[in-house]
């Protein structure tokens, strides 16, 4: 099986090579040249197969230039019990009328990105030594919030790595600045940075395209990468955890095999519901992917009008995984939705680049239509239905998982549509405790974050996970604020220990 790029067909490359370089020279995605089929008898055998084994069989497919050995060694590294609170690894909880909220938040920083990044530095690494033999990979993140923690704790005291990630000074919760800072591995440096989120980035990208820094570290035979959504790296396991859930509410009785279902998925960069839509193409009946947004509706109308338009305002959400607005993985979508045009991608996306605005063909706006649902609802109805779903089900949603829930019930509503539908749910609730306690409670709030746990606790008789609680007694390692031109320096300066 070989990789492609969005924006160059002609291109042929491994997974192991797409994998280490993340992004395509001329700026493409890669994406697998065909899609792999399971069949009947595979998706059955997996019912009775552990969320590793599932793991390795769908990798088995889409990553063919590595040994059984070598993916063996990457699942087993990552689909661990102790590295997340399950051996399951997902876990499935049933709501009422034939809703399965689908949790990707047992892992070590309590949030769906962990399923990824967990395995992606085996993959990495692995890929790493059949292609850029012997390196040393430094992995650079510029992070809002989630995506920092999430690589740290991937890529902490993994051999031949070691990761830098900066923050935005004020721009993360301050749970999430407590769980970078007290993060521990040998390999690790976390640094704030006087500016915002788009500061951050920019001083990323800033070492990444600095000539001098590449040679003072290719002399020390490091090789700089990067661990953002768009790695092949990233999407790949997502893939892994639709096809286990379908197999599992199988084995659980739920749902007879062939019978459709809905998949639901709240959405920033069009990640996790892309990679639900390569296990439909995989062969798993998938009825309608339901695109769910907050404020921040870019997708839902460019799926319901085919004009991609980020020329809008910018709202800074209780959902902030989601206050997003160039959708990066779309343009694999597209690419296969235009049957492999890259000229229309390089057309539409120069068009994005320059003008913030695309409109996709009437071919693909049908496609869209015939594949895709989408909805919005803004902060106040996602509290609204936290608070719903605690109440009629003594079930607390995350702010995100929130979003979907409430694009779902919309849905349901207009479309009187009754397929079994599985939500992706992305966060525990209690990465967001404030949002959701003001949600169920609505009073006053301590401005310690433990005291307002221990309120969220008592008020929903729930309980914060045991990696959330266990940063309270944790030392602060890392406390250095640099100035974004400082950036490069500190990076040099950790790799140079
Ligand atoms: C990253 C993230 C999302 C968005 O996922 P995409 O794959 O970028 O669409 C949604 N919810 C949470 C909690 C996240 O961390």
Redesign the pocket.
């Known amino acids: 099986m070989n990789y492609t790029s969005t924006r160059n067909s002609a291109l042929k490359v491994t997974s192991a090579h797409a994998i280490v370089k993340g992004l395509s020279d001329e700026g493409g995605l890669y994406v697998p040249e065909s899609i792999p089929k399971l069949t009947k008898e595979e998706i059955l055998s997996f019912c009775d197969k552990p969320y590793v084994d599932r793991a390795f069989d769908v990798f088995s497919k889409f990553l063919t230039d590595f040994t059984k050995e070598e993916l063996r060694y990457c699942v087993e590294g990552a689909y661990n019990d102790k590295n997340f609170d399950t051996n399951n690894i997902a876990e499935i909880k049933k709501l009422k009328e034939g809703r399965y909220v689908l949790e990707l938040?047992h892992g070590p920083t309590c949030?769906?990105?962990d399923m990824a990044l967990q395995i992606l530095p085996y993959l990495l690494t692995t890929s790493a030594k059949k292609t850029v033999d012997g390196k040393h990979i430094s992995i650079l993140v510029a992070t809002s919030?989630?995506?920092g923690k999430?690589a740290l704790e991937g890529f902490k005291d993994v051999p031949g790595t070691s990761i830098s990630v900066f923050y935005p000074e004020d721009g993360v919760s301050p749970m999430q600045k407590r769980q970078m800072t007290t993060q521990d591995g040998a390999n690790v440096n976390v640094c704030a940075v006087k500016g915002n989120f788009d500061d951050c980035q920019n001083g990323v990208k800033a070492i990444f395209t600095d000539k001098d820094i590449e040679q003072k570290l290719a002399a020390k035979n490091i090789l700089l990468s990067s661990a953002n959504?768009i790695n092949w790296g990233r999407l790949a396991p997502?893939i892994v955890y639709y096809v286990s859930a379908y197999a599992q509410l199988i084995k659980d009785k739920e749902i007879e095999y062939g019978e459709k279902v809905n998949v639901v998925?709240?959405?920033?960069?069009?990640?996790?519901?892309?990679?639900a839509y390569y296990a439909k193409l995989m062969g798993i009946p998938v009825n309608k992917l339901i695109c769910a947004s907050n404020s921040n509706n870019v997708l839902t109308d460019f799926i319901n009008t085919g004009v991609y338009d980020r020329n809008r305002q910018f709202y800074t959400t209780i959902?902030p995984?989601?206050d997003?607005l160039i959708?990066s993985?779309l343009e694999r979508l597209l690419y296969h939705l235009t049957g492999c045009d890259d000229k229309l991608i390089n057309e539409w996306f120069d068009s994005l680049k320059n003008s913030g605005r695309y409109e996709v063909n009437e071919s693909v706006k049908a496609k869209l239509g015939e594949l895709f649902c989408a909805g919005c609802c803004d902060d106040s109805e996602t509290k609204a239905e936290i608070r719903k779903t605690f109440n009629e089900e003594h079930y607390l949603l995350?702010?995100?998982?929130a979003v979907a829930v409430k694009v779902y019930d919309d849905y349901k509503a207009k479309t009187g549509d009754t397929t079994k539908t599985i939500i992706?749910s992305?966060?525990n609730p209690y990465?967001?405790g404030r949002a959701v306690f003001d949600a169920v409670d609505g009073g006053a709030q301590p401005e310690d974050e433990f005291e307002l746990i221990a309120k969220l606790e008592a008020a929903t008789d729930t309980k914060m996970p045991a990696p959330l609680a266990a940063t309270k007694g944790k030392a602060i390692r890392f406390t250095n604020t640099v100035e974004k031109q400082e950036m490069g320096d500190i990076v040099l300066g950790f790799l140079n220990k």
């Open positions: 938040w949030a769906f990105k919030g989630d995506t999430a959504s997502q998925v709240p959405t920033g960069n069009f990640g996790n519901i892309l990679a959902s995984s989601m997003i959708s993985n995350d702010t995100h998982t992706a992305t966060a990465k967001f």
